[in-house]
């Protein structure tokens, strides 16, 4: 069950446009974290929690928008996980940017993931 931490600022990053972010982005993350040869590491969307944390005046960013991304760990994932961090990081620009041009500042942003061995539960 992989956790993603949105960070933004809220003055470069409204509020419709993080949630659209945050309703599309467990789907770019569930196929780029998938492992089809690991049943362990299978994902879907509704495996993927996103929580969002608002910048505060004590913290120090370099950028309008970070992601950090906490995954179980797998060979197999690793073995792509470059990959997958400029495939987020690419639809994430996508979608905070489109076809940005020189009339209004582009919105930046990183996605890091991390790996680490873990263990989910759940009840309901």
Known sequence: MPLVIITRNSKKVGNQKLLG????????V?????????????????????????????D?????????????HFPEREANLLRASREISAFIDGYLNGLAGGERPRTSGFVW???????????R
């Open 60 to 72: 120090t960013f370099h950028h309008d928008i970070e992601v950090t991304i906490f995954a179980s």
């Open 30 to 58: 569930a196929r780029h974290l998938h492992i089809e040869s690991v049943k362990e590491a299978h994902l879907a969307p509704d495996d993927i929690e996103v929580k969002l944390w608002e910048r505060s005046r004590f």
């Open 113 to 123: 993931i991390r790996l680490a061995p873990s263990g989910f539960s759940e009840w």
């Open 21 to 28: 972010l945050v309703k599309s982005l467990p789907y770019c």
